[in-house]
Protein backbone atom coordinates (compact mmCIF):
# COMPACT_ATOMS: atom_id res chain seq x y z
CA UNK A 1 0.00 0.00 0.00
CA UNK A 2 1.58 3.31 -0.82
CA UNK A 3 1.56 6.92 0.85
CA UNK A 4 -0.45 9.82 -0.99
CA UNK A 5 -1.02 13.00 -0.20
CA UNK A 6 -4.04 13.72 -1.84
CA UNK A 7 -4.64 17.20 -0.96
CA UNK A 8 -1.18 18.29 -2.22
CA UNK A 9 -2.10 16.37 -5.40
CA UNK A 10 -5.21 18.40 -6.05
CA UNK A 11 -3.65 21.65 -5.04
CA UNK A 12 -0.77 21.04 -7.74
CA UNK A 13 -3.21 20.46 -10.05
CA UNK A 14 -5.29 22.86 -9.51
CA UNK A 15 -2.04 25.48 -9.46
CA UNK A 16 -1.69 24.05 -13.07
CA UNK A 17 -4.72 25.21 -14.05
CA UNK A 18 -6.24 21.30 -14.55
CA UNK A 19 -9.24 20.05 -12.90
CA UNK A 20 -9.48 16.58 -13.38
CA UNK A 21 -6.80 13.88 -11.17
CA UNK A 22 -6.38 10.35 -12.46
CA UNK A 23 -4.86 7.92 -10.34
CA UNK A 24 -3.16 4.97 -11.02
CA UNK A 25 -5.63 2.05 -9.52
CA UNK A 26 -4.19 1.09 -6.27
CA UNK A 27 -4.21 1.06 -2.43
CA UNK A 28 -3.42 4.32 -1.04
CA UNK A 29 -3.03 5.42 2.71
CA UNK A 30 -3.96 8.89 3.59
CA UNK A 31 -2.72 10.37 6.60
CA UNK A 32 -5.00 13.41 7.78
CA UNK A 33 -8.48 14.40 6.27
CA UNK A 34 -8.41 17.06 3.22
CA UNK A 35 -10.54 20.01 2.79
CA UNK A 36 -10.32 21.63 -1.11
CA UNK A 37 -12.61 24.53 -1.16
CA UNK A 38 -13.30 27.66 -3.37
CA UNK A 39 -12.89 26.43 -6.74
CA UNK A 40 -14.32 26.09 -10.03
CA UNK A 41 -14.08 22.47 -11.54
CA UNK A 42 -13.05 19.37 -9.91
CA UNK A 43 -13.00 15.84 -11.11
CA UNK A 44 -11.15 13.10 -9.27
CA UNK A 45 -11.14 9.47 -11.15
CA UNK A 46 -10.10 7.03 -8.71
CA UNK A 47 -9.95 4.21 -11.68
CA UNK A 48 -10.70 1.40 -9.09
CA UNK A 49 -8.67 2.83 -6.27
CA UNK A 50 -9.19 2.46 -2.67
CA UNK A 51 -8.29 5.42 -0.35
CA UNK A 52 -7.36 4.02 3.35
CA UNK A 53 -8.38 6.98 5.50
CA UNK A 54 -8.34 8.26 9.32
CA UNK A 55 -10.89 7.23 11.33
CA UNK A 56 -12.28 10.34 12.29
CA UNK A 57 -13.02 14.18 11.33
CA UNK A 58 -14.40 15.24 7.86
CA UNK A 59 -12.34 12.69 5.68
CA UNK A 60 -12.95 13.80 2.11
CA UNK A 61 -14.16 17.48 2.48
CA UNK A 62 -15.38 19.46 -0.18
CA UNK A 63 -16.95 23.25 0.05
CA UNK A 64 -17.47 26.08 -1.83
CA UNK A 65 -17.26 23.73 -5.30
CA UNK A 66 -19.24 25.06 -8.54
CA UNK A 67 -18.46 21.89 -10.35
CA UNK A 68 -17.33 18.37 -8.64
CA UNK A 69 -17.18 14.98 -9.90
CA UNK A 70 -15.71 11.96 -8.02
CA UNK A 71 -15.60 8.32 -9.81
CA UNK A 72 -14.11 4.82 -9.82
CA UNK A 73 -13.29 5.27 -5.99
CA UNK A 74 -13.65 3.11 -2.65
CA UNK A 75 -12.75 4.75 0.70
CA UNK A 76 -12.05 2.58 3.88
CA UNK A 77 -10.67 3.33 7.25
CA UNK A 78 -7.96 1.97 9.01
CA UNK A 79 -8.09 1.72 12.17
CA UNK A 80 -11.86 1.07 11.97
CA UNK A 81 -14.02 4.34 13.47
CA UNK A 82 -16.26 1.23 15.40
CA UNK A 83 -15.53 -1.29 17.57
CA UNK A 84 -17.15 -4.66 17.93
CA UNK A 85 -17.95 -7.73 20.03
CA UNK A 86 -19.39 -11.04 22.09
CA UNK A 87 -21.98 -10.68 24.68
CA UNK A 88 -20.45 -12.68 26.82
CA UNK A 89 -22.28 -12.56 30.26
CA UNK A 90 -26.20 -10.93 31.16
CA UNK A 91 -27.77 -9.96 34.80
CA UNK A 92 -30.98 -11.92 35.44
CA UNK A 93 -32.99 -8.97 34.90
CA UNK A 94 -31.61 -8.11 31.83
CA UNK A 95 -30.70 -4.38 32.67
CA UNK A 96 -26.45 -5.67 32.85
CA UNK A 97 -24.42 -6.78 29.99
CA UNK A 98 -20.87 -7.77 29.60
CA UNK A 99 -18.90 -8.51 26.59
CA UNK A 100 -15.62 -8.84 24.75
CA UNK A 101 -13.96 -7.44 22.03
CA UNK A 102 -13.79 -9.21 18.39
CA UNK A 103 -10.02 -9.75 17.93
CA UNK A 104 -8.44 -7.46 15.64
CA UNK A 105 -11.04 -5.15 16.29
CA UNK A 106 -10.25 -1.35 18.12
CA UNK A 107 -9.90 -1.26 22.04
CA UNK A 108 -12.04 0.09 23.98
CA UNK A 109 -9.85 3.04 24.64
CA UNK A 110 -9.68 3.84 21.06
CA UNK A 111 -12.59 6.19 21.77
CA UNK A 112 -11.34 8.73 24.42
CA UNK A 113 -13.37 11.31 23.02
CA UNK A 114 -16.22 9.77 24.75
CA UNK A 115 -16.66 9.10 28.30
CA UNK A 116 -19.16 5.50 26.71
CA UNK A 117 -18.48 3.36 24.25
CA UNK A 118 -21.49 3.48 21.97
CA UNK A 119 -22.89 6.89 23.35
CA UNK A 120 -24.91 6.89 20.37
CA UNK A 121 -26.35 3.28 20.29
CA UNK A 122 -25.12 -0.10 20.63
CA UNK A 123 -26.73 -2.36 18.01
CA UNK A 124 -27.53 -6.39 18.54
CA UNK A 125 -26.63 -8.41 15.85
CA UNK A 126 -27.46 -12.48 15.23
CA UNK A 127 -24.25 -14.44 15.39
CA UNK A 128 -25.41 -16.55 12.49
CA UNK A 129 -26.59 -14.42 9.76
CA UNK A 130 -24.44 -11.43 10.67
CA UNK A 131 -27.99 -9.13 10.94
CA UNK A 132 -29.70 -7.11 12.73
CA UNK A 133 -31.18 -9.18 15.48
CA UNK A 134 -35.04 -9.82 15.23
CA UNK A 135 -36.86 -8.25 17.99
CA UNK A 136 -34.15 -6.45 20.01
CA UNK A 137 -34.29 -2.78 19.87
CA UNK A 138 -31.11 -0.75 19.42
CA UNK A 139 -29.80 0.23 22.93
CA UNK A 140 -29.17 3.54 24.57
CA UNK A 141 -27.65 2.99 27.96
CA UNK A 142 -27.81 4.35 31.59
CA UNK A 143 -23.83 3.94 31.55
CA UNK A 144 -21.20 2.08 29.02
CA UNK A 145 -17.61 1.21 30.39
CA UNK A 146 -14.42 -0.93 29.75
CA UNK A 147 -13.69 -4.01 32.07
CA UNK A 148 -10.03 -3.45 30.11
CA UNK A 149 -9.07 -2.84 27.09
CA UNK A 150 -10.78 -5.76 25.57
CA UNK A 151 -13.77 -6.36 27.78
CA UNK A 152 -16.48 -4.09 28.45
CA UNK A 153 -19.95 -3.55 30.14
CA UNK A 154 -23.05 -1.60 29.71
CA UNK A 155 -26.54 -1.09 31.73
CA UNK A 156 -29.88 0.39 30.99
CA UNK A 157 -32.19 2.28 33.60
CA UNK A 158 -35.13 0.29 32.32
CA UNK A 159 -36.43 -2.57 30.90
CA UNK A 160 -38.01 -3.12 27.37
CA UNK A 161 -39.48 -6.29 26.45
CA UNK A 162 -36.93 -6.76 23.72
CA UNK A 163 -33.49 -6.72 25.66
CA UNK A 164 -34.95 -10.36 26.73
CA UNK A 165 -34.37 -11.58 23.39
CA UNK A 166 -30.22 -11.06 23.99
CA UNK A 167 -28.58 -14.03 24.19
CA UNK A 168 -25.39 -14.76 25.53
CA UNK A 169 -23.12 -15.32 22.11
CA UNK A 170 -25.18 -12.62 20.38
CA UNK A 171 -22.73 -9.47 18.50
CA UNK A 172 -22.41 -6.33 19.31
CA UNK A 173 -21.26 -2.88 17.37
CA UNK A 174 -20.90 0.33 19.05
CA UNK A 175 -21.79 3.76 17.73
CA UNK A 176 -19.84 6.62 18.23
CA UNK A 177 -20.13 9.27 15.60
CA UNK A 178 -17.23 11.80 14.79
CA UNK A 179 -17.61 13.13 11.24
CA UNK A 180 -17.91 12.03 8.12
CA UNK A 181 -16.40 10.20 5.01
CA UNK A 182 -17.55 12.80 2.15
CA UNK A 183 -18.60 16.53 3.45
CA UNK A 184 -19.81 18.31 0.96
CA UNK A 185 -20.94 22.25 1.58
CA UNK A 186 -21.69 25.23 -0.37
CA UNK A 187 -21.55 23.48 -3.73
CA UNK A 188 -23.00 23.45 -7.05
CA UNK A 189 -23.25 20.73 -9.11
CA UNK A 190 -22.34 17.43 -7.13
CA UNK A 191 -21.93 14.16 -9.46
CA UNK A 192 -21.20 10.49 -7.43
CA UNK A 193 -20.53 7.60 -10.04
CA UNK A 194 -19.43 4.18 -8.76
CA UNK A 195 -18.20 5.42 -5.08
CA UNK A 196 -18.02 2.73 -2.94
CA UNK A 197 -17.68 4.10 1.02
CA UNK A 198 -16.96 0.51 3.17
CA UNK A 199 -17.07 2.39 6.51
CA UNK A 200 -17.13 6.17 8.30
CA UNK A 201 -17.24 7.90 11.37
CA UNK A 202 -20.65 9.44 10.42
CA UNK A 203 -22.30 9.48 7.28
CA UNK A 204 -21.66 8.09 3.78
CA UNK A 205 -22.44 11.39 2.21
CA UNK A 206 -23.33 14.59 3.59
CA UNK A 207 -24.31 17.24 1.95
CA UNK A 208 -25.88 20.78 3.41
CA UNK A 209 -25.95 24.17 1.59
CA UNK A 210 -26.19 22.89 -1.96
CA UNK A 211 -27.36 24.79 -4.91
CA UNK A 212 -27.01 23.07 -7.66
CA UNK A 213 -27.83 19.35 -9.05
CA UNK A 214 -27.04 16.33 -7.44
CA UNK A 215 -26.66 12.95 -8.51
CA UNK A 216 -25.78 9.79 -7.09
CA UNK A 217 -25.79 6.84 -9.64
CA UNK A 218 -24.03 3.04 -8.78
CA UNK A 219 -22.63 3.44 -5.60
CA UNK A 220 -22.44 1.40 -3.34
CA UNK A 221 -22.16 1.75 1.09
CA UNK A 222 -20.95 -1.97 1.95
CA UNK A 223 -19.19 -3.31 4.55
CA UNK A 224 -15.45 -3.90 3.92
CA UNK A 225 -12.90 -6.99 4.78
CA UNK A 226 -12.09 -8.04 8.16
CA UNK A 227 -9.15 -6.06 9.61
CA UNK A 228 -6.00 -7.50 9.81
CA UNK A 229 -5.85 -10.24 12.43
CA UNK A 230 -9.28 -10.63 12.73
CA UNK A 231 -11.79 -13.31 12.85
CA UNK A 232 -15.32 -12.19 12.63
CA UNK A 233 -16.23 -10.32 9.21
CA UNK A 234 -17.75 -6.64 10.25
CA UNK A 235 -20.92 -5.99 11.76
CA UNK A 236 -21.09 -1.91 10.34
CA UNK A 237 -20.49 -0.01 7.23
CA UNK A 238 -21.27 3.55 8.12
CA UNK A 239 -22.24 4.45 11.66
CA UNK A 240 -24.40 6.99 10.77
CA UNK A 241 -26.91 7.69 7.32
CA UNK A 242 -25.62 6.66 4.36
CA UNK A 243 -26.75 9.72 2.86
CA UNK A 244 -27.83 13.38 4.15
CA UNK A 245 -28.95 16.38 2.23
CA UNK A 246 -30.24 19.12 3.92
CA UNK A 247 -30.59 22.96 3.47
CA UNK A 248 -30.18 22.71 -0.23
CA UNK A 249 -31.93 24.10 -3.68
CA UNK A 250 -32.35 21.15 -5.25
CA UNK A 251 -33.17 17.22 -4.44
CA UNK A 252 -30.59 14.08 -5.79
CA UNK A 253 -30.91 11.90 -8.30
CA UNK A 254 -30.36 8.21 -7.40
CA UNK A 255 -30.26 5.56 -9.34
CA UNK A 256 -29.11 2.23 -8.88
CA UNK A 257 -27.35 2.72 -5.90
CA UNK A 258 -26.75 -0.31 -2.87
CA UNK A 259 -26.57 0.67 0.78
CA UNK A 260 -26.72 -1.80 3.73
CA UNK A 261 -25.02 -2.04 7.23
CA UNK A 262 -25.00 1.71 8.04
CA UNK A 263 -25.99 2.49 11.58
CA UNK A 264 -28.61 5.04 10.86
CA UNK A 265 -31.20 6.13 7.16
CA UNK A 266 -30.37 4.90 3.93
CA UNK A 267 -31.38 8.19 3.04
CA UNK A 268 -32.48 11.72 4.31
CA UNK A 269 -33.67 14.69 2.94
CA UNK A 270 -34.80 17.91 5.12
CA UNK A 271 -35.15 21.26 5.17
CA UNK A 272 -35.81 22.57 8.95
CA UNK A 273 -38.62 24.68 11.12
CA UNK A 274 -36.97 28.04 12.81
CA UNK A 275 -38.42 29.57 15.41
CA UNK A 276 -39.77 33.25 15.36
CA UNK A 277 -38.37 35.28 18.17
CA UNK A 278 -39.20 38.49 17.85
CA UNK A 279 -42.02 40.43 15.68
CA UNK A 280 -40.87 43.85 14.22
CA UNK A 281 -44.23 44.91 12.12
CA UNK A 282 -46.53 42.91 10.37
CA UNK A 283 -44.58 42.31 7.58
CA UNK A 284 -40.70 41.91 9.57
CA UNK A 285 -39.69 39.52 12.30
CA UNK A 286 -36.61 37.80 13.54
CA UNK A 287 -36.08 34.38 13.18
CA UNK A 288 -33.43 32.80 15.71
CA UNK A 289 -31.58 29.06 14.91
CA UNK A 290 -29.43 27.47 17.59
CA UNK A 291 -25.63 26.09 17.20
CA UNK A 292 -26.02 27.28 13.09
CA UNK A 293 -27.66 29.37 10.62
CA UNK A 294 -27.41 26.49 7.87
CA UNK A 295 -30.98 26.78 6.71
CA UNK A 296 -30.83 30.29 6.04
CA UNK A 297 -27.84 30.39 4.31
CA UNK A 298 -28.81 29.56 0.23
CA UNK A 299 -31.91 31.32 0.95
CA UNK A 300 -32.80 34.00 -2.11
CA UNK A 301 -35.20 36.75 -2.18
CA UNK A 302 -38.45 36.03 -3.93
CA UNK A 303 -38.12 32.39 -2.02
CA UNK A 304 -41.84 31.31 -0.41
CA UNK A 305 -41.93 30.96 3.05
CA UNK A 306 -44.30 29.47 4.93
CA UNK A 307 -45.63 30.85 8.54
CA UNK A 308 -46.75 28.25 10.91
CA UNK A 309 -48.43 27.31 14.01
CA UNK A 310 -45.64 27.00 16.72
CA UNK A 311 -48.00 24.17 18.05
CA UNK A 312 -49.18 21.85 15.76
CA UNK A 313 -47.35 23.53 12.66
CA UNK A 314 -50.33 24.41 10.84
CA UNK A 315 -50.15 27.06 7.90
CA UNK A 316 -50.93 30.79 9.07
CA UNK A 317 -49.95 32.24 6.00
CA UNK A 318 -46.99 32.65 3.49
CA UNK A 319 -45.35 35.34 1.49
CA UNK A 320 -42.55 35.97 -0.30
CA UNK A 321 -39.31 36.86 1.14
CA UNK A 322 -37.85 40.15 -0.10
CA UNK A 323 -34.62 40.92 2.12
CA UNK A 324 -33.08 38.53 4.93
CA UNK A 325 -29.72 39.48 7.31
CA UNK A 326 -28.16 38.57 9.56
CA UNK A 327 -27.88 40.25 12.84
CA UNK A 328 -26.62 41.04 16.51
CA UNK A 329 -30.00 40.75 18.40
CA UNK A 330 -30.30 42.70 21.50
CA UNK A 331 -28.88 41.20 24.52
CA UNK A 332 -31.96 40.48 26.66
CA UNK A 333 -33.47 38.21 24.05
CA UNK A 334 -30.69 36.24 23.53
CA UNK A 335 -30.21 35.39 27.35
CA UNK A 336 -34.23 34.85 27.33
CA UNK A 337 -34.10 32.61 24.42
CA UNK A 338 -30.95 30.35 26.08
CA UNK A 339 -32.67 29.92 29.32
CA UNK A 340 -35.91 28.84 27.51
CA UNK A 341 -34.43 26.52 25.04
CA UNK A 342 -31.87 25.06 27.82
CA UNK A 343 -28.71 25.74 25.88
CA UNK A 344 -25.53 24.58 27.38
CA UNK A 345 -22.99 27.59 27.39
CA UNK A 346 -20.94 26.71 24.05
CA UNK A 347 -24.33 27.04 22.11
CA UNK A 348 -25.07 30.00 19.76
CA UNK A 349 -28.41 31.15 18.12
CA UNK A 350 -28.28 32.99 15.21
CA UNK A 351 -30.70 35.90 14.00
CA UNK A 352 -31.92 36.79 10.88
CA UNK A 353 -34.54 39.45 9.76
CA UNK A 354 -36.86 39.00 7.26
CA UNK A 355 -38.96 41.35 5.39
CA UNK A 356 -41.48 40.05 3.32
CA UNK A 357 -43.52 41.14 0.60
CA UNK A 358 -46.82 41.66 2.38
CA UNK A 359 -48.36 41.45 5.92
CA UNK A 360 -48.88 38.02 7.67
CA UNK A 361 -48.82 39.41 11.46
CA UNK A 362 -46.15 36.32 12.16
CA UNK A 363 -46.19 36.21 16.21
CA UNK A 364 -42.85 35.21 18.38
CA UNK A 365 -43.39 31.65 19.27
CA UNK A 366 -44.53 30.89 15.00
CA UNK A 367 -42.63 28.56 13.44
CA UNK A 368 -41.27 29.04 9.51
CA UNK A 369 -40.21 26.87 6.51
CA UNK A 370 -38.71 28.07 3.52
CA UNK A 371 -39.58 24.53 0.89
CA UNK A 372 -37.09 25.86 -1.66
CA UNK A 373 -34.38 25.27 0.46
CA UNK A 374 -35.70 21.52 1.71
CA UNK A 375 -33.75 19.72 -1.23
CA UNK A 376 -36.87 19.71 -4.06
CA UNK A 377 -37.24 17.85 -7.01
CA UNK A 378 -35.66 14.87 -6.00
CA UNK A 379 -35.80 10.80 -7.74
CA UNK A 380 -34.93 7.80 -7.00
CA UNK A 381 -35.28 4.84 -8.64
CA UNK A 382 -33.96 1.32 -8.79
CA UNK A 383 -32.12 1.38 -5.71
CA UNK A 384 -31.95 -1.60 -3.54
CA UNK A 385 -31.59 -0.26 0.44
CA UNK A 386 -31.18 -3.47 2.86
CA UNK A 387 -29.76 -4.39 6.42
CA UNK A 388 -29.60 -1.52 8.10
CA UNK A 389 -31.16 0.34 11.14
CA UNK A 390 -33.72 3.25 11.38
CA UNK A 391 -35.48 4.35 7.89
CA UNK A 392 -34.94 3.77 4.29
CA UNK A 393 -35.78 6.84 2.66
CA UNK A 394 -36.86 9.67 5.16
CA UNK A 395 -38.01 12.98 3.12
CA UNK A 396 -39.03 16.28 4.36
CA UNK A 397 -38.90 17.17 0.69
CA UNK A 398 -41.46 17.66 -1.71
CA UNK A 399 -41.64 17.57 -6.01
CA UNK A 400 -40.82 13.84 -6.27
CA UNK A 401 -40.31 10.36 -7.37
CA UNK A 402 -39.92 7.46 -6.07
CA UNK A 403 -39.66 4.40 -8.44
CA UNK A 404 -38.53 0.64 -9.03
CA UNK A 405 -36.77 0.47 -6.09
CA UNK A 406 -36.46 -2.63 -3.20
CA UNK A 407 -36.30 -2.36 0.67
CA UNK A 408 -35.32 -5.18 2.18
CA UNK A 409 -34.68 -5.83 6.18
CA UNK A 410 -35.03 -2.20 7.13
CA UNK A 411 -35.37 -2.25 10.97
CA UNK A 412 -37.64 0.63 11.08
CA UNK A 413 -39.30 2.35 8.44
CA UNK A 414 -38.86 1.22 4.45
CA UNK A 415 -39.99 4.53 3.33
CA UNK A 416 -41.15 8.01 5.50
CA UNK A 417 -42.48 10.97 3.70
CA UNK A 418 -42.96 14.32 5.89
CA UNK A 419 -41.93 16.29 8.70
CA UNK A 420 -40.05 15.07 12.09
CA UNK A 421 -40.97 18.58 14.09
CA UNK A 422 -39.27 17.13 17.05
CA UNK A 423 -35.92 17.41 15.52
CA UNK A 424 -37.33 20.83 13.81
CA UNK A 425 -36.35 18.90 10.48
CA UNK A 426 -38.91 20.37 7.72
CA UNK A 427 -40.84 20.08 6.02
CA UNK A 428 -44.24 19.45 5.34
CA UNK A 429 -44.18 17.34 1.58
CA UNK A 430 -46.18 17.82 -1.20
CA UNK A 431 -46.25 16.11 -5.13
CA UNK A 432 -44.70 12.56 -4.36
CA UNK A 433 -45.52 9.83 -6.35
CA UNK A 434 -44.73 5.84 -5.16
CA UNK A 435 -44.65 3.60 -7.55
CA UNK A 436 -43.81 0.00 -7.85
CA UNK A 437 -41.39 -0.32 -5.15
CA UNK A 438 -40.95 -4.14 -3.60
CA UNK A 439 -40.79 -3.71 0.49
CA UNK A 440 -40.02 -6.88 2.71
CA UNK A 441 -38.92 -8.04 5.58
CA UNK A 442 -38.68 -5.38 7.40
CA UNK A 443 -40.43 -2.63 10.30
CA UNK A 444 -39.49 -4.94 13.19
CA UNK A 445 -37.77 -2.77 15.93
CA UNK A 446 -39.90 -2.59 18.60
CA UNK A 447 -39.42 1.53 19.43
CA UNK A 448 -41.69 1.30 15.54
CA UNK A 449 -43.75 -0.05 17.95
CA UNK A 450 -44.45 2.36 21.04
CA UNK A 451 -47.23 3.73 22.14
CA UNK A 452 -45.72 7.17 21.27
CA UNK A 453 -44.49 6.13 17.47
CA UNK A 454 -45.88 7.70 14.91
CA UNK A 455 -43.99 5.88 12.06
CA UNK A 456 -45.70 2.37 12.48
CA UNK A 457 -45.64 1.17 8.74
CA UNK A 458 -43.89 0.30 5.70
CA UNK A 459 -44.82 3.72 3.79
CA UNK A 460 -45.33 6.23 6.41
CA UNK A 461 -47.05 10.15 5.61
CA UNK A 462 -45.91 11.68 9.15
CA UNK A 463 -46.29 13.95 11.22
CA UNK A 464 -44.27 13.53 14.56
CA UNK A 465 -44.91 16.21 16.77
CA UNK A 466 -43.52 18.34 19.79
CA UNK A 467 -46.35 18.15 21.90
CA UNK A 468 -48.67 15.19 22.08
CA UNK A 469 -51.83 16.44 22.65
CA UNK A 470 -51.31 18.84 19.24
CA UNK A 471 -54.34 19.14 16.50
CA UNK A 472 -53.31 17.04 13.38
CA UNK A 473 -53.26 19.30 10.62
CA UNK A 474 -53.61 18.27 6.62
CA UNK A 475 -50.50 19.53 5.42
CA UNK A 476 -49.13 16.79 3.53
CA UNK A 477 -50.58 17.07 0.53
CA UNK A 478 -51.10 15.79 -3.41
CA UNK A 479 -49.00 11.95 -2.95
CA UNK A 480 -49.96 9.11 -5.24
CA UNK A 481 -48.56 5.67 -3.87
CA UNK A 482 -49.30 3.26 -6.97
CA UNK A 483 -48.64 -0.25 -7.20
CA UNK A 484 -46.18 -0.71 -4.92
CA UNK A 485 -45.47 -4.73 -3.46
CA UNK A 486 -45.82 -4.94 0.54
CA UNK A 487 -44.85 -8.41 2.00
CA UNK A 488 -43.57 -9.42 5.64
CA UNK A 489 -43.80 -6.26 7.70
CA UNK A 490 -44.05 -6.06 11.55
CA UNK A 491 -46.37 -3.35 11.09
CA UNK A 492 -49.64 -1.68 8.55
CA UNK A 493 -48.53 -1.60 4.98
CA UNK A 494 -49.57 2.08 5.05
CA UNK A 495 -49.75 4.77 8.01
CA UNK A 496 -51.21 7.82 6.43
CA UNK A 497 -51.26 10.90 8.89
CA UNK A 498 -51.99 14.85 8.53
CA UNK A 499 -52.45 14.85 4.87
CA UNK A 500 -54.64 15.79 2.29
CA UNK A 501 -55.32 14.94 -1.69
CA UNK A 502 -53.66 10.66 -1.38
CA UNK A 503 -54.36 8.20 -4.28
CA UNK A 504 -53.81 4.53 -3.53
CA UNK A 505 -54.18 2.24 -5.93
CA UNK A 506 -52.98 -0.96 -7.23
CA UNK A 507 -50.50 -1.85 -4.73
CA UNK A 508 -50.13 -5.62 -3.56
CA UNK A 509 -50.23 -6.31 0.49
CA UNK A 510 -49.55 -9.96 2.21
CA UNK A 511 -48.56 -10.57 5.80
CA UNK A 512 -48.29 -6.92 6.87
CA UNK A 513 -49.08 -6.65 10.81
CA UNK A 514 -46.55 -9.49 12.07
CA UNK A 515 -46.37 -7.50 15.20
CA UNK A 516 -48.97 -6.74 17.75
CA UNK A 517 -50.03 -2.87 16.70
CA UNK A 518 -52.96 -2.32 18.84
CA UNK A 519 -51.56 0.18 20.90
CA UNK A 520 -48.87 1.65 18.62
CA UNK A 521 -49.30 5.16 18.52
CA UNK A 522 -52.44 5.47 20.93
CA UNK A 523 -50.59 8.28 23.06
CA UNK A 524 -50.40 10.71 20.52
CA UNK A 525 -53.79 9.39 19.02
CA UNK A 526 -52.73 7.22 16.59
CA UNK A 527 -54.29 3.81 15.25
CA UNK A 528 -51.87 1.35 12.89
CA UNK A 529 -53.99 -1.97 13.22
CA UNK A 530 -55.54 -1.93 9.54
CA UNK A 531 -53.17 -2.88 6.73
CA UNK A 532 -54.27 0.77 5.86
CA UNK A 533 -54.36 2.99 8.51
CA UNK A 534 -55.30 6.60 7.78
CA UNK A 535 -55.17 8.98 10.55
CA UNK A 536 -56.38 12.79 10.48
CA UNK A 537 -56.49 12.81 6.91
CA UNK A 538 -58.59 14.27 4.09
CA UNK A 539 -59.40 13.31 0.25
CA UNK A 540 -57.18 9.78 0.53
CA UNK A 541 -58.61 7.48 -2.68
CA UNK A 542 -58.72 4.10 -2.07
CA UNK A 543 -59.19 1.58 -5.25
CA UNK A 544 -58.37 -1.45 -6.91
CA UNK A 545 -55.58 -2.49 -4.20
CA UNK A 546 -55.14 -6.21 -3.37
CA UNK A 547 -54.43 -7.93 -0.07
CA UNK A 548 -53.72 -11.12 0.52
CA UNK A 549 -53.20 -13.18 3.26
CA UNK A 550 -53.51 -10.63 6.12
CA UNK A 551 -50.58 -10.88 9.63
CA UNK A 552 -51.75 -12.21 12.54
CA UNK A 553 -52.05 -8.94 14.32
CA UNK A 554 -54.15 -7.45 11.10
CA UNK A 555 -57.46 -6.27 12.84
CA UNK A 556 -58.86 -4.57 9.29
CA UNK A 557 -57.72 -4.26 5.71
CA UNK A 558 -58.58 -0.50 6.28
CA UNK A 559 -59.09 1.38 8.40
CA UNK A 560 -59.80 5.61 9.40
CA UNK A 561 -59.18 7.57 13.00
CA UNK A 562 -61.34 9.52 13.88
CA UNK A 563 -64.07 7.20 12.11
Known amino acids: MESLDLKDEITKLLAQGKTELNLPKGRYKISEAIHINNTKSLTINGNGSTLIMPPKGELLFFSNIQNIHIKNLTVDCDPLPFTQGTITKISDDHLEYEYEVHPGYPSLDAFPKYKTIGRSGIFVFDPKTLRWKDNVPDLYTKDSTSISLRKGQFTFKHLMEGYRNIKVGDYVAFK??????????????????????????????????????????????????????????????????????????????????EFSYMGDDAVNLHGSFMSVVKKIDDSTFLIGRAWSDEPLQKVLPGDKIRILDGNDFGLINEAKILNLMKIIPPQELDQNLRKKWRLPTKAKIFY?????????????????????????????????????????????????????????????????????????????????????????????DERTFDKNAANTGAIVLLHFLHDKSAKYVQENRNIRILNNKIERVGGPGLLITSADNVTVEGNTFSNTHLLNCDKSGNDIRLKATGVISINYSDKVDIKNNYFGKLGSFARKEFIKNPE
Not at 236 to 250: E, H, K, M, P
Open 176 to 257: NMYGNVFLFKGCGDVTMEDVIVNTGPGAGFLMRTCTGKVIMKRCKIEKGPKPKGAVHERLLSTIADGFNLAYSRQGVTMEEC
Open 352 to 444: SQVKLDKKVNAEAGNKVEVPAIACPNFVFRRNYFHDHRARGLRLGASHGLIEQNRFERIKSTPISLGPHAIHNEGGWIEDIVVKNNTIMDSCF
